[in-house]
C-alpha cells in the first residue's frame, strides 16, 4: 500500500477517535454519588440501584407568585450540560431482594438525595409549595418532606405491608386495621424527608418475579398525587424474587425421580433382544425416519411452541430440555398395549439412548440461547452426567439380558416391577403434594405446551411414517415413540444443574412435571377413541351383513315337477297361489 494512502488512514482514525472522545465527554454526566449520607444512621449502608434518573425540573427565572406552584414553567432537558449534575438519585439497601421466601416479608431501607440541587423553598406559610428558586446558597435538605409513591406491579408475588406512616392507594384502610393485622396493598404512598432514611415492607405472596417502582413526586400533598397532579423528580425499579422455601422433601424428590429414571432405562435394556434388533435392521427406513423425528422435527417444535405462547424463559428452556429427551419407557408400554410394532420400538430405545448424549447438548446450547441470552450459563457438563448416567444403566440391562437372560427376567419381574408400581403411586400422591406450586397457580400456557409437544410429535411422527410408505405397525410404533419423553431425568437434571437459582430450577421444571401427565392422557385420550373407532367398525361392519342377508336373488322358478336343483341354499321359501292354492314356484334367499 503506498504511503500516502497510510498517512490518509491514520489522519482519518485519529479524527474519529476525537470526535468520539468529545462525544462522550457531551453526552456522559459528570454526577458523583455518595453511598452515605449525613444524616443517615451510621450504621446503614445504601447502595445505589440499578435504575433511572430523572433530572430536576428546571426553572426559567421567571416567579410570579412563589406560594402558587402552578405559576411556575418546568422545563425537562435530562441531557443539558447546565443541568446535568441537578438530579435526584435513590440509594437502596439491599440492591434486590433474591431470596424472599413466600409468606415471610423483608423491609428495604432507602434514601433519596440529589447533588448540588438548587433551593428547595417554603412559601412563607410553613408548607411545601413544590417550587425552586435560584439562590446561591444551599439548604439543608433534612427539614424538606415529599411524597413517594411506591408500587408492586405484581400483586399476586409481592404486597406492600401497610404501616403508620403510608397511605393505601387501592382502598382507604384505616391505622387501626393496619395495627391490628398485617394488611397489604399493590400501591401505597409515603412521606419522605429528603437526606433521611426511609424504608418499606414487601410481603411475598407466590413464587416469581416482581418489580416494585418508586416514584419521587414534587409536592407533599396527598390529594394532589392520587389525582396524578404531580411531576416526577426521581423514578427507580426495585427487584424482588420470591422463592419456595428449601425443605427436604425436595431433595428426596429430586433423588427419587433420578433413581427411577435410571431404573427405567437399565428395565428397557433387560427386555431388549438383540435377536429383535437384528430383524429391525432389515427396515432401515423405518429407523431413519423415527430418528429425524424425534432428534430433528421434535426439538425445533418445542422451540416453535416456546415462542409462540407468553410463556416464561424458564418455563421456555424446560421445554425445549424435554423435546430433547426422547424415550423414558412409557412409550415401549405403550406400544405393546397398542399393538404397535415392538422390535421397532425396541431399536428406537436403543437410538435414543445412544443419540441424545450428543443431540441433547446440542439443541439445548444452541436454542437454549434464545432464552439465556445474557445473565444465565446453560449447564451443559451436568446435563450431559445425567444423559451418560441413563445410557450406563441400559447398556448394563443390555449385557445382563445377552449374557444371563434368567436373571434379566428374574429383575424384572421380582425387582423392577413392583418398584415400577411403587412409584408410580407415590409419584401420584407425594409428588403431586411436593410439587404443589405448580397447582397453586396454573398457568394455561405451560400446560398447553405441555398438551402440545407430545401430540404434535405423535402427529408428526405417524403423517411422516405414511408419507413414507410404512407399514401402520411401524407407523404407530414411531409415533408412540416420539411422543414419549423422558421427563424424569430432565427433570432431575434440571433441579440439580440450577441448584445456584431455585426459581430458575422451579419454573423450568413447571413443562415436564405436566408432560408427566399428559403423555398418559394423550395415551387414554387415543385409547378411547380406538375404542370408538372398533365400536363404530363393528358397528357398520354388522349393518353390512343384514344388508346382505336381506338381498334376495331368484335362483329359479319351478313349474314341471314341484322341485328344483338348489345349490346349498341357505334357507328354502315356498311361494303358493292365492288363486288355485298350489305352490308355483321356490326362491331361494341367499
Known amino acids: ?4 494512502d497510510c498517512r490518509v488512514l491514520l489522519v482519518v482514525a485519529l479524527t474519529t477517535l476525537l470526535c468520539f472522545k468529545c462525544a462522550s465527554q457531551q453526552m456522559a454526566p459528570n454526577v458523583s454519588y455518595s453511598e452515605t449520607n449525613d444524616t443517615s444512621p451510621s450504621n446503614m449502608t445504601l447502595v445505589p440501584l ?43 439497601n439491599p440492591l434486590s431482594i433474591n431470596d424472599l421466601v413466600v409468606a415471610s416479608n423483608r423491609t428495604v431501607d432507602f434514601n433519596c438525595t440529589s447533588n448540588n440541587i438548587l433551593q428547595y423553598v417554603n412559601n412563607g406559610t410553613g408548607s411545601q409549595s413544590g417550587n425552586f428558586s435560584q439562590t446561591k446558597d444551599r439548604l439543608d435538605f433534612s427539614n424538606i418532606s415529599l411524597i413517594v409513591v411506591i408500587q408492586a406491579h405484581d400483586r399476586e408475588i409481592v404486597g406492600l405491608l401497610l404501616t403508620k406512616d403510608t397511605h393505601d392507594g387501592e382502598t382507604h384502610k384505616s391505622e387501626k ?19 433521611s432514611a426511609n424504608n418499606f415492607t414487601v410481603l411475598a405472596m407466590h413464587m416469581g418475579y416482581a418489580t416494585m417502582s418508586v416514584t419521587l413526586t414534587d409536592t407533599n400533598d396527598l390529594e394532589m398525587v392520587k389525582q396524578g397532579a404531580y411531576q416526577t423528580l426521581a423514578h427507580a425499579e426495585y427487584d424482588i424474587q420470591a422463592t419456595r422455601a428449601v425443605r427436604p422433601s425436595d431433595f428426596a424428590f429430586n433423588c427419587s425421580a433420578a433413581a427411577i429414571a435410571i431404573l427405567i432405562s437399565f428395565g428397557i435394556g433387560c427386555v431388549t433382544d438383540t435377536d429383535s434388533l437384528k430383524k429391525q435392521l432389515k427396515f ?36 425445549l430440555c424435554v423435546a430433547c429427551v426422547p424415550g423414558g419407557g412409557l412409550g415401549h408400554v405403550a406400544v405393546i398395549l397398542g399393538d404397535a410394532d415392538l422390535p421397532l420400538s425396541l431399536a428406537m430405545n436403543l437410538i435414543s439412548i445412544v443419540a441424545m448424549l450428543g443431540t441433547a447438548p446440542l439443541w439445548i446450547f444452541v436454542l437454549g440461547q434464545y432464552f439465556y441470552r445474557d445473565h444465565k450459563v446453560i449447564p451443559i457438563y451436568n446435563f450431559e452426567i445425567w444423559l451418560a448416567s441413563t445410557f450406563f444403566a441400559y447398556t448394563a440391562g443390555l449385557v445382563i439380558n445377552r449374557f444371563k437372560p434368567a436373571v434379566a427376567d428374574g429383575l ?82 434440571i433441579r440439580f444443574s440450577l441448584a445456584s437459582n431455585k426459581n430458575s430450577a422451579d419454573f423450568a421444571s413447571v413443562v415436564p412435571l405436566w408432560v408427566m401427565f399428559t403423555i398418559p392422557g394423550i395415551y387414554v385420550l387415543l385409547a378411547i377413541l380406538r375404542f370408538f373407532k372398533g365400536c363404530i367398525g363393528n358397528f357398520l ?19 314341471q315337477a314341484n322341485m328344483a336343483a338348489l345349490s346349498a341354499p341357505l334357507f328354502v321359501t315356498e311361494v303358493t297361489d292365492d288363486d288355485q292354492g298350489s305352490v308355483s314356484e321356490k326362491i331361494t334367499v341367499l
Open 1 to 4: 500500500m503506498p504511503i500516502i
Open 50 to 92: 440499578r435504575s433511572n434518573s430523572i433530572s430536576s425540573p428546571q426553572y426559567n427565572g421567571t416567579v410570579s407568585n412563589i406560594s402558587s406552584p402552578d405559576s411556575l414553567t418546568f422545563q425537562h432537558l435530562p441531557h443539558s450540560p447546565i443541568w446535568q449534575n441537578e438530579t435526584f438519585r435513590f440509594f437502596f
Open 177 to 195: 386495621m393496619a395495627e391490628e393485622q398485617p394488611v397489604t396493598s399493590s400501591l401505597i404512598y409515603k412521606s419522605i424527608q429528603l437526606n
Open 284 to 319: 432401515p427406513v423405518s429407523l431413519v425416519v423415527g430418528f429425524c423425528c424425534q432428534f430433528l422435527i421434535l426439538p425445533v417444535l418445542a422451540f416453535g411452541i416456546a415462542m409462540m405462547l407468553p410463556l416464561n424463559n424458564d418455563v421456555r428452556f424446560g421445554l
Open 412 to 493: 424384572l419381574t421380582w425387582i423392577i416391577k413392583p418398584l415400577m408400581l411403587l412409584a408410580s403411586i407415590l409419584y401420584i400422591t407425594l409428588g403431586v403434594y411436593i410439587n404443589m406450586y405448580v397447582f397453586d397457580r396454573i398457568n394455561e400456557y405451560a400446560v398447553l405446551s405441555a398438551f402440545l409437544l407430545p401430540l404434535s410429535g405423535f402427529t408428526v411422527a405417524y403423517i411422516t411414517g405414511k408419507i413414507f410408505r410404512q407399514k401402520d405397525s411401524f407407523c404407530k410404533s414411531m409415533a408412540l415413540e416420539t411422543s414419549s419423553l423422558n421427563v424424569l431425568i430432565v427433570l432431575a437434571a
Open 541 to 559: 361392519e354388522s349393518r353390512k351383513q343384514q344388508q346382505f342377508r336381506h338381498f334376495s336373488i331368484a335362483s329359479g322358478i319351478v313349474n
